[in-house]
């Protein structure tokens, strides 16, 4: 799923950046157990929804299908709905491991550990 | 009396802020100094353990887990408490202290204590502070005034290396300044509207321990310029910001004189009352709890501000059996602290044709404006305010694939926003004490600290004028969508907590004198945050750094005059 929010393209994306193993390093770590609860109740909603439609699993939809599947519950607003906070969880999860990655911090938005000089105006 | 390596001429008691220059005053000036610290000992540089880490290299990107954050509720509240510094704080868990009523108490067992952690701002106090009680009637007159320690300010300011324009204002002087870091378009377009609008307010740079342009004294101490990197609390490999462990302890060490002994956790200064003095401490060892006693002519305790309370409670002896020096009464009362509460955040439509680039250590910082010159408001005294505008890359993250990638990848800016925070002067009260519990004891045989210390109505109502003032001043900026906010945040988050122990001409109503020592016992001098009559609305360590050395220039030349 998470490399469905970020594919991997000519640029590494989430799959190749193992974003699932930090999105469950943090569950794991930093979140309540009742928010783990609803996760994982989320989850299972997820892939039962997803089954009854299409009668197999996410991994085995196809990359067209697995997009709209993805579509139709990234485009959910109702956050009291299970499987949209497991959803809008990984994705924020999913966000935050690319964005924090290596990859990401070294060649897309670079992060400087030592600036140096601040500039207090810079033009736009 | 003990034998010779037991024996020194000056203890210092803690190695923090202002014990750490305790430490290099007394032995530049020539004293065999023994340095007490009771955590372990953490060196410049070699002790650093993620200062050179990248965000990616921590395995929760700096979140602390919940397991560690659940176990420690106190701490876990402190901004700095975060996985790249955690290790600096001490955690609720291993030292416990009873709350009888909310009190975060923020603490760093280590050497450099708080010094590696702190917010670096440091700004003069002047005489619209030192005589505040007088002039509001609350607590008691301070013993010294502006021109007092003005010379001192001065002395420490050069060493420690302060980065600041001169303001030329009557209610913060003016000090011995390295380059200011220019404000940004949004902060000078503030400081402009504030300037046309008001008479009496201003919107300055915020003067701070970082070294903008080195000078050959911090050469000579190892450090080089400040590179900007805003990772302070994980302790400076440039020594760019003022530390104990970059710049007074190795100052100290290399003179020649000083002894270290970390893990020394002090249970009581010892008073021999024959020669009515006292003569030395006694110390368990926090690693292997054997106990030892140290002698020397003077003592500095600095042990931070509550601690040095409870050292001064548990030193107990015939001639002081409610704690050494307290004929008075009056240790452990008149507890104060700065109130942080409240906040204002807002955006600015304006200025988008231009950002800053980089990071920067300060911001910018608006002195006290209220009741300065005369009482005009329905609370006594004022606040002070951080203030600060920014702008960043903003991520549309609402889509999914290739295009949330692209999303990611943008560089396009968002608005400008604006934030400012409070730091209110609190009143000391003798309902704000501190005292030690009866029965429970910590690891170490040393009582527990009883807290009693909470806001009152002027705390109440000046919450209340910052949000309404800033908002005016907000306002007439054309500043949109304001918030204002009070966190309710329990007293001691704000990490100045202050008095217990305070100066003060009077020794029936005060601990110290003028020159910062036990008015009872003249060999104890006593210089952290444990002795401020007042607080002010200024971040206060500059100020014990002044004393500290002005209090060890006076200890040293009374030994020679063989008057301690």
């Not at chain 2, 919940?66 to 291993?94: G, Q, S, W």
């Not at chain 2, 280590?110 to 505040?132: I, M, N, Y």
Request: a neutral charge; hydrophobic letters at 35%.
């Amino acid at each position: 799923m998470a490399a469905t929010i970020i594919p991997d393209t000519d640029t590494p994306g989430a799959g190749q950046l193992s974003a699932h193993i930090f999105a469950l390093q943090m569950l794991n770590d930093c979140y309540e157990q009742k928010d783990r609860d609803r996760f994982l109740k989320g989850m299972e909603q997820f892939s039962k929804d997803v089954k009854e439609k299409y009668k197999k699993s996410f991994t085995e939809c196809s990359a067209d299908e697995r997009n709209t599947i993805i579509a139709t519950i990234n485009a959910q607003k109702d956050a009291g709905d299970d499987a949209a906070y497991f959803y809008s969880t990984l994705k924020g999860l999913t966000v935050q491991a690319y964005t924090s990655s290596k990859y990401y911090l070294t060649n897309v938005q670079e992060y400087k550990l030592v600036p140096g000089k601040f500039k207090s105006r810079v033009p736009v | 009396m003990g034998n010779n390596t037991n024996t020194f001429d000056a203890i210092v008691i803690g190695s923090g802020i202002s014990g750490g220059w305790a430490a290099k005053e007394l032995c530049e000036k020539g004293l065999k100094t023994l340095v007490l610290e009771r955590g372990r000992n953490v060196v410049h540089n070699k002790d650093y353990p993620t200062t050179n880490m990248m965000p990616w290299e921590f395995a929760h990107r700096g979140q602390v887990p919940l397991e560690i954050a659940d176990k420690n509720p106190v701490v876990n509240r402190c901004y700095a408490f975060r996985e790249d510094a955690m290790h600096f704080f001490v955690k609720d868990t291993e030292h416990p202290y009873i709350q009888q009523k909310p009190f975060d108490w923020i603490r760093g067992y280590q050497v450099g204590g708080k010094s590696l952690l702190w917010a670096r701002q440091t700004q003069r106090w002047s005489d619209f502070d030192f005589e505040g009680p007088a002039r509001d009637g609350f607590a008691v007159d301070w013993p010294i005034r502006y021109k007092d320690i003005a010379p001192w300010y001065s002395y420490v300011e050069k060493f420690a290396g302060i980065s600041g324009n001169k303001d030329g204002l009557d209610m913060l002087p003016d000090g011995e300044f390295l380059p200011a870091i220019e404000l940004n378009d949004v902060e000078k377009y503030f400081q402009g509207v504030v300037a046309k609008n008001y008479t009496g307010r201003h919107v300055i740079y915020g003067r701070c321990a970082h070294l903008t342009e080195p000078q050959k004294i911090h050469y000579d101490q190892g450090r080089v310029q400040c590179q900007n990197r805003t990772l302070c609390q994980r302790g400076c490999p440039f020594g760019g910001y003022f530390s104990s462990n970059s710049s007074t302890i190795p100052w100290a060490l290399q003179a020649g004189n000083m002894t270290l002994r970390p893990y020394s956790v002090v249970q009581e200064i010892i008073f021999d009352e024959a020669k009515n003095k006292a003569t030395g401490v006694r110390v368990t060892d926090a690693q292997n709890k054997t106990t030892t006693e140290y002698f020397a002519k003077v003592i500095f305790v600095n042990a931070a501000a509550l601690n040095t309370n409870l050292l001064l409670l548990n030193s107990t002896s015939k001639r002081f059996p409610n704690g050494l020096g307290n004929d008075s009464g009056m240790l452990g009362k008149y507890v104060a602290f700065h109130n942080y509460r409240a906040r204002i955040n807002a955006n600015c439509n304006d200025f988008n044709d231009v950002t800053s680039e980089g990071r920067r250590p300060t911001s910018a910082y608006l002195p006290r404006f209220r009741n300065v010159y005369k009482q005009e408001t329905d609370f006594l005294r004022g606040y002070a305010a951080g203030f600060s505008a920014y702008r960043g890359i903003r991520h549309n993250t609402d889509g999914f694939g290739t295009e949330l990638k692209q999303a990611l990848a943008s560089k396009d800016l968002g608005g400008w926003s604006v934030g400012s925070h409070m730091m209110g002067e609190t009143i000391p009260k003798e309902s704000n004490y501190v005292s030690l519990d009866a029965d429970k004891k910590d690891e170490w045989g040393m009582p527990l600290l009883n807290i009693n210390v909470a806001y009152d109505d002027n705390d109440e109502k000046m919450v209340k004028d910052f949000q309404e003032q800033m908002t005016e001043m907000y306002t007439k900026a054309g500043f949109t969508d304001i918030q204002v906010s009070d966190s309710k945040a329990a007293p001691g988050l704000d990490i100045h907590e202050m008095g217990g122990v305070r100066m003060g001409r009077d020794p029936k109503t005060s601990m110290l004198n003028e020159w910062n020592q036990l008015h009872a016992c003249k060999n104890v001098f006593v210089t952290d945050g444990a002795c401020m009559t007042s607080t002010s609305t200024q971040n206060p360590s500059l100020t014990y750094m002044a004393l500290t050395a002005r209090a060890a220039d006076y200890a040293v030349k009374e030994m020679k005059k063989g008057e301690l």
